[in-house]
């Protein structure tokens, strides 16, 4: 058995302090689902976890039509599906928190957790960037922000920096006529992480044409993949079956994946494309309904 020290700050200030006096093992705590679990098999290094819950900026939910979504970086999934202007306004999100793990997990996990974790197929991210989710970071240094599809930086690994945490993520507000959805692949019907994953937003104009759109993949390469092009593919077009299939192949061939024991970079390929015209058919269902 192993000491862990524990500290609940109460503010971003705070758990700055708590970081820098803790040194280098200090990690921040949010639901603990991944952490915990790496600390007890030793795949993280850790003698100090610093709870993120009791810290308000950290807890945020709110949804403001001009701001759009300030997601607090440790808010637990459940709080985001059961949020109604969640639900209407960033659905692709709510279809990820409501894949992560099972009704347990999302009691406790966080979509920060599962953004600084920094998984290639953490479920979460592909739906983030997808709604141009921007992350917040505090240092002692300052604040600075940049777009979620530049916060992984490897397996494992992402941009925040030692004594650097991330306090919540903004995502702007969605146009009048949108909608988005994220899809994974999974090869049964029990917890597990995706073999593929794929989330798509667009815009609609009243003309009927796509005005903007964005395509992200999970598990397809080293880290969660923006694919802008997938997304300008589709932009003047009519929403339909061979725009979609265009952009899902633009999505496919942007894929590079490895073959490991969930499946073969073929296989991976594949779904890339067939998730992505799925994800998009689906964003147009909920702009359509
Ligand atoms: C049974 C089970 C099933 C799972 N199923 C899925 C699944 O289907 N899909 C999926 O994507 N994941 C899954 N996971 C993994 C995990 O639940 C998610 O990644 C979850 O979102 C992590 O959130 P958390 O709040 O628990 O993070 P934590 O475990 O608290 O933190 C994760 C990492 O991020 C760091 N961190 C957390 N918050 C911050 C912050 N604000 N600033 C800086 N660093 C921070 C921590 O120090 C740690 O290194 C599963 C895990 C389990 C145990």
Not at 88 to 106: E, F, K, M, N, V
Request: glycine content about 10%; charged content about 20%.
């Amino acid at each position: 058995m192993r000491a862990i020290q524990y500290a609940a700050p109460r503010s971003v200030d705070d758990a700055l302090a708590v970081l820098q006096e803790a040194g280098s093992n200090a990690r921040i705590l949010a639901g603990g689902t991944d952490l915990i679990v790496q600390a007890r098999t030793g795949l993280r290094e850790t003698e100090f976890f610093v709870d993120a819950k009791r810290i308000p900026d950290l807890m945020e939910l709110t949804f403001d039509p001009e701001r759009g979504l300030t997601l607090g970086a440790a808010v637990p999934c459940h709080r985001i599906y059961a949020e109604e202007a969640v639900r209407r306004h960033y659905p692709a999100l709510c279809d990820a928190a409501s894949l992560i793990g099972g009704t347990a997990i999302q009691g406790r996990a966080s979509v920060g957790g599962n953004l600084c974790n920094s998984g290639p197929a953490g479920d979460s991210i592909p739906a983030l960037i997808a709604h141009g989710a921007m992350a917040r970071i505090a240092s002692p240094r300052g604040e600075r922000e940049l777009p979620v599809e530049e916060f992984c930086t490897a397996p494992g690994r992402n941009v925040l920096e030692p004594y650097e945490l991330l306090v919540s993520l903004q995502l702007p507000a969605p146009a009048a006529r949108s909608g988005s959805r994220y899809l994974r692949f999974i090869p049964r019907n029990e917890m597990d992480i995706a073999v593929v994953g794929a989330g798509a937003y667009f815009a609609v104009s009243e003309a009927g044409r796509i005005t903007a759109a964005r395509v992200a993949l999970g598990a397809v390469a080293p880290t969660p993949l923006f694919v802008p092009e997938a997304g300008e593919s589709l932009i003047g077009k009519a929403p339909g079956e061979a725009a979609f299939a265009e952009a899902a192949e633009i999505a496919r061939n942007a894929a590079r994946p490895i073959t490991d024991m969930r499946g073969t970079a073929e296989h991976r390929k594949h779904l890339a494309g067939v998730l992505t015209r799925r994800a998009l058919q689906g964003a147009w269902e909920r702009i359509e309904s």
